[in-house]
């Protein structure tokens, strides 16, 4: 499915403390899936990615959770800072074909000092 | 190693105006994409080139948008004529292996 909607969902934590955004993708077909931090007035950066023969990966700081049975994606933000303050992106795509990158919706991360 | 850079950052147009994009990816990528993202939605595809074919156009409207990139390294974008819901973010993105997007900056179109 394509990003629709007009309004982010939103998520409030203070510094410190973990986030957890959480995203469904609607194709099963998909194989390969990318979180990207978007802050104002930037492009998406490059977060974290996972591939479908796994379910948990880990950078600095973040883990991404896939669970293919209910297609949910997870981004999961240790110690959160002032600037992880972001909007969140899933993305999802197949190794087949053109690599076509669908975007979710987007959570907005605001982190409290 | 330098980033996708996108010009100009802004442009602010009337409707039905043409107006034009130019991107450089990151050198040494051969998958370069443009995407539109409206304000509160996640960026859509509108073109994929690997090198200087086309891979995927499927949600370009062809009527009043074209894109090329000629000699397989940079990329215009244009819109002609421009309409009001093209106001948005055009953002541009390669790609080495056609997994990992680098993005751009992008450029922020407002149509009046």
């Known amino acids: 499915g394509e990003s629709v909607g007009l309004h982010l969902p939103t998520l409030s934590v203070q510094e410190g403390d973990n986030s957890i955004i959480n995203c469904a993708y609607s194709?099963?077909?998909?194989?390969?899936f990318i979180w990207y931090k978007q802050e104002s007035g930037k492009g998406p950066q490059f977060i974290i990615d996972i591939r479908s023969n796994m379910d948990k990966r880990q950078g600095q700081r973040v883990t991404v959770l896939l669970n293919k049975t209910v297609k949910h994606l997870s981004l999961q933000i240790a110690a959160t800072q002032p600037g992880d303050s972001a909007v969140y992106f899933c993305?999802?795509?197949?190794?087949?074909?053109?690599?076509?990158?669908?975007f979710g919706q987007g959570t907005r991360l605001t982190i409290n000092p | 190693e330098a980033g996708v850079a996108q010009s100009p950052r802004y442009k602010i147009i009337e409707k039905r105006q043409s107006v034009a994009f130019w991107c450089n990816p990151i050198s040494g990528h051969a998958t370069l994409y443009w995407y539109q993202q409206i304000l509160g939605q996640g960026p859509k595809l509108l073109i994929q080139?690997?090198?200087?074919?086309?891979?995927?156009d499927s949600q370009l409207p062809k009527d009043r948008f074209s894109a090329e990139r000629l000699k397989g390294v940079d990329s215009t974008l244009k819109i002609q004529p421009a309409k009001l819901e093209d106001s948005a973010v055009y953002l541009c993105?390669?790609?080495?292996?056609?997994?990992?997007?680098?993005f751009g900056a992008g450029t922020r179109l407002s149509v009046l």
């Open positions: 993105a390669s790609s080495w292996d056609r997994n990992i997007q680098y």
């Open positions: 194709n099963s077909a998909s194989d390969y």
């Open positions: 993305a999802e795509t197949t190794n087949q074909g053109a690599q076509k990158l669908v």
């Open positions: 080139f690997q090198n200087n074919g086309v891979v995927d």
